[in-house]
């Protein structure tokens, strides 16, 4: 590999697996070969040696530090992807439960959560988006959550739809905490402070915000913990990994190591979530900006307040020119910038390991791509 490849890199808005901290990716190449003090490569060491002990350790210090988890929650590291947890949830949550589970469909991902909740248990749709094809997220007033839910269910970020829940819904039984609040945050995880008390469990798959693809987080408070059935598959129990500390089975061990290395980032480089946030806000603000100043040629698809900080979706005037949109942001090194096929258009995904250079020059193209052709 030449010298090039750092020059070489593109801004690359990928919705996921996506762009990860250059730091990052330069660390883990130094220590590829040899992870120092450990005398092997991480990828060849056992996930019961100290070295992955340590790494383990550290990571879910880190994560407890940056978002303050209390103690009364456990995490663990899994594999399959946010995908499993769709079921996974219902499994150890619904099952043997009397009430039936509440879902808020705010777009793609919380829709395919409730049709595998389906699959396992009684579930009801406390509130669906479909009507104006997930462009807004529910006011507290639309939500009816029964109180005797086993615990209800949002997707914080729907990556898809580009819309996003800027803070935790206030709805009764949600607030005073007699429904445990299940969140997927697969594509938003550690864009900000997250008030982990709020939450009963917390999900979120590495390879949008916080790591390469391989390994999903799980915060799990303790009495949910003990929800899950004997009757279940080990793997797909919750209290197994809890009881095994994540080494039920080989875990995803490289995929941990570059998690906690985005994780050092954060804390060490970025200055911890608040921070991150901050730096979140501005830089989704560069790219709304354009879109409200367009005069309608860029045209958001989520409406003015459920816009996501993190995945940036628009419109242009025709498809014909969405298509040279997305070719002329490749000449100039702007990659990854067609939409998902169910909504089409443009999607900008901006995660924390997008600098704030990338948006800017996003910004600057689109302002240049209207003015052109507007
Ligand atoms: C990407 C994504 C998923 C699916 O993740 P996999 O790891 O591919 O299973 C689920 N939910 C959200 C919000 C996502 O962005």
Same mark, same amino acid.
């Given at each position: 590999?030449?010298?090039?490849?750092?020059?070489?890199?593109?801004?690359?808005?990928?919705?996921?697996?996506?762009?990860? *901290?250059?730091?990052?990716?330069?660390?883990?190449?130094?220590?590829?070969?040899?992870?120092?003090?450990?005398?092997?490569?991480?990828?060849?060491?056992? !996930?019961?040696? *100290?070295?992955?002990?340590?790494?383990?350790?550290?990571?879910?210090?880190?994560?407890?530090?940056?978002?303050?988890? *209390?103690?009364?929650?456990?995490? &663990?590291?899994?594999?399959?992807?946010?995908?499993?947890?769709?079921?996974?949830?219902?499994?150890?949550?619904? @099952?043997?439960?009397?009430?039936?589970?509440?879902?808020?469909?705010?777009? =793609?991902? =919380?829709?395919?959560?409730?049709?595998?909740?389906?699959?396992?248990?009684?579930?009801?749709?406390?509130?669906?988006?479909?009507?104006?094809?997930?462009?807004?997220?529910?006011?507290?007033?639309?939500?009816?959550?029964?109180?005797?839910?086993?615990?209800?269910?949002?997707?914080?970020?729907?990556?898809?739809?580009?819309?996003?829940?800027?803070?935790?819904?206030?709805?009764?039984?949600?607030?005073?905490?007699?429904?445990?609040?299940?969140?997927?945050?697969?594509?938003?995880?550690?864009?900000?402070?997250?008030? &982990?008390? @709020?939450?009963?469990?917390?999900?979120?798959?590495?390879?949008?915000?916080?790591?390469?693809?391989?390994?999903?987080?799980?915060?799990? @408070?303790?009495?949910?913990?003990?929800?899950?059935?004997? =009757?279940?598959?080990?793997?797909?129990?919750?209290?197994? !990994?809890?009881?095994?500390?994540?080494?039920?089975?080989?875990?995803?061990?490289?995929?941990?190591?570059?998690?906690?290395?985005?994780?050092?980032?954060? $804390?060490?480089?970025?200055?911890?979530?608040?921070?991150?946030?901050? &730096?979140?806000?501005?830089?989704?603000?560069?790219?709304?900006?354009?879109?409200?100043?367009?005069?309608?040629?860029?045209?958001? !698809?989520?409406?003015?307040?459920?816009?996501?900080?993190?995945?940036?979706?628009?419109?242009?005037?025709?498809?014909?020119?969405? $298509?040279?949109?997305?070719?002329?942001?490749?000449?100039?090194?702007?990659?990854?910038?067609?939409?998902? @096929? =169910?909504?089409?258009?443009?999607?900008?995904?901006?995660?924390?390991?997008? *600098?704030?250079?990338?948006?800017?020059?996003?910004?600057?193209?689109?302002?240049?791509?209207?003015? $052109?052709?507007?």
């Amino acid at each position: 590999m030449s010298s090039a490849t750092l020059t070489e890199r593109v801004f690359n808005f990928s919705p996921g697996p996506a762009v990860l *901290p250059l730091p990052v990716l330069e660390q883990a190449q130094r220590e590829l070969v040899c992870l120092p003090g450990y005398g092997m490569s991480v990828l060849e060491m056992s !996930h019961r040696a *100290p070295g992955f002990l340590d790494i383990l350790a550290a990571a879910k210090r880190l994560l407890r530090e940056l978002l303050a988890i *209390p103690d009364k929650y456990q995490i &663990i590291f899994l594999q399959g992807g946010s995908r499993l947890q769709f079921s996974m949830v219902p499994m150890n949550l619904l @099952r043997g439960q009397s009430g039936a589970a509440e879902y808020l469909v705010t777009g =793609s991902w =919380s829709k395919m959560a409730l049709d595998e909740a389906r699959r396992e248990g009684k579930v009801n749709v406390a509130w669906d988006g479909k009507a104006t094809n997930y462009d807004r997220l529910p006011k507290a007033g639309d939500l009816k959550i029964a109180a005797d839910a086993p615990y209800a269910y949002i997707c914080t970020n729907e990556t898809i739809q580009g819309v996003q829940f800027a803070a935790e819904p206030d709805v009764g039984p949600l607030l005073n905490g007699t429904v445990p609040l299940v969140c997927d945050a697969s594509s938003d995880f550690l864009h900000r402070p997250l008030p &982990i008390a @709020r939450y009963g469990l917390v999900y979120a798959c590495a390879q949008k915000n916080a790591g390469p693809a391989g390994v999903t987080v799980v915060i799990i @408070r303790d009495d949910l913990v003990m929800r899950s059935q004997d =009757s279940l598959p080990g793997y797909l129990n919750y209290s197994q !990994h809890v009881k095994e500390d994540s080494l039920y089975n080989t875990p995803p061990t490289f995929a941990i190591y570059l998690m906690k290395l985005v994780l050092e980032w954060l $804390k060490d480089e970025v200055g911890g979530l608040t921070r991150m946030h901050a &730096i979140n806000q501005q830089k989704a603000r560069l790219l709304y900006d354009v879109i409200d100043e367009s005069g309608g040629f860029y045209r958001g !698809h989520a409406q003015p307040d459920c816009r996501s900080l993190m995945n940036v979706t628009f419109r242009l005037p025709s498809e014909t020119l969405e $298509k040279e949109f997305v070719k002329e942001g490749e000449d100039r090194d702007l990659d990854g910038l067609k939409g998902h @096929r =169910s909504v089409g258009g443009i999607r900008a995904s901006i995660y924390n390991a997008m *600098p704030s250079a990338g948006a800017q020059a996003l910004a600057n193209f689109m302002r240049e791509f209207k003015q $052109k052709k507007g």
